[in-house]
């Protein structure tokens, strides 16, 4: 049920954190970084967001321990500018989700339990997946399934699941799993990945907004930076880092990529520079499974 934070130690690396340092964690979670940051020196001040309301429950535990270095709020980061605080030495976002997500049956992120299909991030807003796959027009159907989950049969699948919604809601995570290996007439396999895997992701991609959110916050967070401040960011697909790999090149006056197309006039002046990124290493993969996909990128701000 731990949630073993991902690329602790190069995350603390670039974000040097020292006395009288103010670090803005934004997508707090368990709080595994937000607490590294406040342990690695005294007088750290760590301003922490989650848009989950378990998390805010988890950042009460912290309060009594840091009291005034430490202030949580619960909110999507793609409104962080809204912030009163700040500008701050550094900035972290771990995309994606928490294990505490992961591992409850009723949050729905997972086929490993039968639980409702919801995978909201944050329950109380936007639209449930058991509802998005009823209401959902063809189109945004193709949408997470082709381009958000990055199924390669994603035709198969949104047929059938439209065939399948005009019988009975889909509103389990289990019938869900079942559903798609039916349409795709394949079985789970220990040791490889589930058939499932990619129509679930491109679901709570869709549901979450989790790309259009990022592609927002991070111009925002580049904002909140001090002169020399740090933007680090963790992501876990494909899909997510080359959004964050777009926006650093670009904050640095740089081509996002090769025919971009951008004339040089029209591109931003370079407001810093980009660092190396950063994957696990062996070890931390075998003591962290889910940190296998993971990959931290940093930028500079002048
Ligand atoms: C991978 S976990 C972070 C784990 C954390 N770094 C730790 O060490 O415990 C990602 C967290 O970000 C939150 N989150 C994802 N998207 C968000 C968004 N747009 N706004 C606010 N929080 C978000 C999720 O609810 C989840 O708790």
Redesign the pocket.
């Known amino acids: 049920m731990a ?1 073993i ?1 991902v690329l602790l130690e190069a995350v603390l690396e670039a974000l040097k954190p020292s006395a009288g340092c103010l670090f803005l964690d ?8 937000t607490r590294a940051l406040l342990e690695a020196a005294q007088g750290v001040t760590v301003v922490a ?4 309301p378990e ?1 805010q429950e988890r950042s009460e535990a912290l309060k009594p321990f840091y009291g005034e270095r430490f202030q949580f709020y619960s ?4 409104e962080l500018e809204t912030l009163q605080e700040g500008p701050f030495d550094g900035i972290l976002f ?5 294990s505490f ?1 992961l591992d409850t049956p009723q949050r729905g992120f997972s086929f490993r339990f039968s639980g409702a299909l919801d995978m909201r ?1 944050n329950p109380h807003a936007g639209m449930s997946v058991a509802t998005f796959l009823k209401t959902a027009r063809r189109e945004a159907l193709e949408e997470a399934i082709r381009d958000f989950g990055e199924e390669p049969q994603w035709k198969r699948v949104v047929r059938g699941l439209l065939e399948a919604r005009e019988k009975t809601p889909i509103q389990d995570t289990l019938k869900l799993a079942a559903l798609v290996c039916e349409i795709l007439r394949c079985q789970p396999h220990p040791g490889r990945t589930h058939p499932a895997t990619r129509t679930f992701q491109g679901l709570r991609i869709a549901v ?1 907004r ?1 790309l259009e ?1 990022l592609h927002r916050a991070l111009p925002q967070a580049l904002e909140k930076l001090k002169p020399g401040g740090i933007l680090a960011v963790i992501s876990f697909h494909s899909l997510e880092d080359r959004i964050v790999k777009r926006a650093f090149k670009r904050f640095a006056g740089l081509p996002e990529h090769r025919g971009d197309g951008i004339p040089m006039q029209e591109r931003l002046p370079g407001l810093g520079r980009v660092w190396k990124d950063v994957a696990p290493t062996t070890q931390e993969c075998e003591r962290n499974p889910r940190s296998r996909s993971a990959r931290l990128r940093i930028f500079q701000k002048n």
């Open positions: 949630h934070p934004a997508t707090f979670g368990g709080g595994g970084h967001l989650d848009e989950d998390a909110m999507n980061f793609e771990d995309l994606g989700v928490s997500q991030m979450n989790e959110v």
